[in-house]
């Protein structure tokens, strides 16, 4: 696969300065323009600002790039860009399209190019009432060796059957200061995580011995959103259960359910959800940066 790196990304690669993914589906498909490109910004912003390089992954003229700059980024934040998971990388290249990155796709480029850390908002999982509609993210986490730091998956979906999921394929689930993963706009789900750690070192330890062992799996960082913008669970909850109605109404399926939904909660919520989204992305990004920042610290970063 032919990938395109910036020099500025080449330069950090070579010498071993930590980097933090990514993704540009947030910008194509996450928020209205200009707040798709000022989350962005903000979320590079943060990396820098704790020591590491931003660099957002996407296709342009069909090709994947690592470090898109600020024409490009703007691009895809006002053209009809499509959204792109790994099964459309060909179809992209063959046709020259714009694009957006899905965590997969993301994950996945990141890791062709030797990127090892990647901050998301909340990845994608088992969609309610359709246990066979799984998000392609899923399948990525276990077989892509990539550092990714979430808010949980989105609220959205049926939790306690991705967790189970990540669960057989032997995805390690971290939660960042939490023993119960996050659930997107709220802070506990009340489900059980494998694990809880407390600052980037352990993370980027525990990487660091997954891949002495060479295994297959990436490894799922959890932070919960920020509790000054969190929505309690009992409060979003009902209208998640709107929403899914409203989407089962209106035959919506296949990769257009999640914006949809992600949009109609901007509305149901009086923009409540919107906030708290750009708040656990920019969380998040803070925590990718050090966990990146670290694990290149680390003799075993290098080889």
Known sequence: MTIIISDEVRAALKSGAPIVALESALITHGFAYPANLEITHQMAGIIRAAGALPAVIGIWEGRPTIGLNDMQLEGLAQEAAVKISIRDLPLARLRGLHGGTTVAATMLLAQR??????????????????????SADLPALA?????????????????????????????PVLGWQTASFPAFYSRES????????????????????????????????????????????????????????????????????????????VTLSGARSRRANESLLRNNARIAAQIAVQFASQPAAQS
Do not use: M
Not at 115 to 133: M, Q, S, W, Y
Not at 163 to 169: A, G, H, N, Y
Not at 226 to 253: F, R, T
């Open 113 to 134: 190019a030797g990127l090892h850390v990647f901050a998301t908002g909340g990845i994608g999982g088992v969609h309610r009432g359709h246990p066979e509609d799984i």
């Open 143 to 171: 077989t892509v060796p990539v550092i990714v730091v979430c808010a949980g998956a989105k609220a959205i979906l049926d939790l306690p059957r991705t967790l189970e999921f990540l669960e057989t394929w032997g995805v």
């Open 190 to 265: 009340g489900l059980a995580i494998d694990q809880r750690v407390s600052n980037a070192a352990e993370v980027a330890a525990i990487y660091a011995s997954q891949r002495a062992l060479e295994l297959p799996q990436g490894l799922l960082v959890t932070a919960p959103v920020p509790a000054e913008d969190e929505i309690p669970a009992q409060e979003i909850e009902p209208l998640i259960a709107q929403a899914l109605a409203e989407v089962e109404a209106q035959g919506i399926s296949g990769k257009h359910v999640t914006p949809h939904l992600l949009a109609r909660l």
